[in-house]
T-cell receptor
Framework: DGGITQSPKYLFRKEGQNVTLSCEQN?????MYWYRQDPGQGLRLIYY???????QKGDIAEGYSVSREKKESFPLTVTSAQKNPTAFYLC??????????FGSGTRLTVV | AQSVTQLGSHVSVSEGALVLLRCNYS??????LFWYVQYPNQGLQLLLK??????LVKGINGFEAEFKKSETSFHLTKPSAHMSDAAEYFC???????????FGGGTRLMVKP
């Protein structure tokens, strides 16, 4: 079955460490997105990519980086510059503005 | 620019009562509108979407929503709440230009026995 796989489901980061969240899709979607979810704030867009080898910053890109070397993959790196990284991270993909598929999320905690 | 406002971060209803979750949007172009449900530590599941066809949209689990352009609203309703409906609900808007989803702040629905 087609879908989006996010890994790991839970991730712990030490202060000053970079960590990378994985997002893989086999839906043949061109566009992929990363959202951050905090309690009471809904989902906020971090980065998005509409085509391979191209990506744009969303509303809260500071402290994050991405790459899009393959259509299927859109990994997100949370860098040490992100001062408050504890959150739930959701990856999504779409083939058109009317259809989005979400992964099951990664919960990142700073320890 | 587009934005979404969900009135009421928490809504509590009794089992069997009407569920009404409010969503207002702003968009410079005709929008696509979505309602998603999220259970704890899970991703988002699509309940229903409006894509400029019928203004009354029926979704899964007995939910429906009505697009009202004059009120810029897309409220979600269900005639009779079940305990299993307890979850967080998100309204979202996208347009056919930017191809991005913008979310409201979410509404946590609690269902009392």
């Amino acid at each position: 079955d087609g879908g989006i796989t996010q890994s790991p489901k839970y991730l712990f980061r030490k202060e000053g460490q970079n960590v990378t969240l994985s997002c893989e899709q086999n839906l043949n979607h061109d566009a992929m997105y990363w959202y951050r979810q905090d309690p009471g704030q809904g989902l906020r867009l971090i980065y998005y990519s509409q085509i391979v080898n191209d990506f744009q910053k969303g509303d809260i890109a500071e402290g994050y980086s991405v790459s899009r070397e393959k259509k299927e993959s859109f990994p997100l790196t949370v860098t040490s510059a992100q001062k408050n990284p504890t959150a739930f991270y959701l990856c999504a993909s779409s083939a058109d503005p009317a259809g989005y598929t979400f992964g099951s999320g990664t919960r990142l905690t700073v320890v | 620019a587009q934005s979404v406002t969900q009135l009421g971060s928490h809504v509590s209803v009794s089992e069997g009562a009407l569920v009404l979750l409010r969503c207002n949007y702003s968009s410079s172009v005709p929008p696509y509108l979505f309602w998603y449900v999220q259970y704890p530590n899970q991703g988002l599941q699509l309940l229903l979407k409006y894509t400029s066809a019928a203004t009354l949209v029926k979704g899964i689990n007995g939910f429906e929503a009505e697009f009202k352009k004059s009120e810029t609203s897309f409220h979600l309703t269900k005639p009779s709440a079940h305990m299993s409906d307890a979850a967080e609900y998100f309204c979202a808007v996208s347009d056919n230009a930017g191809n991005m989803l913008t979310f409201g702040g979410g509404t946590r629905l609690m269902v009392k026995p």
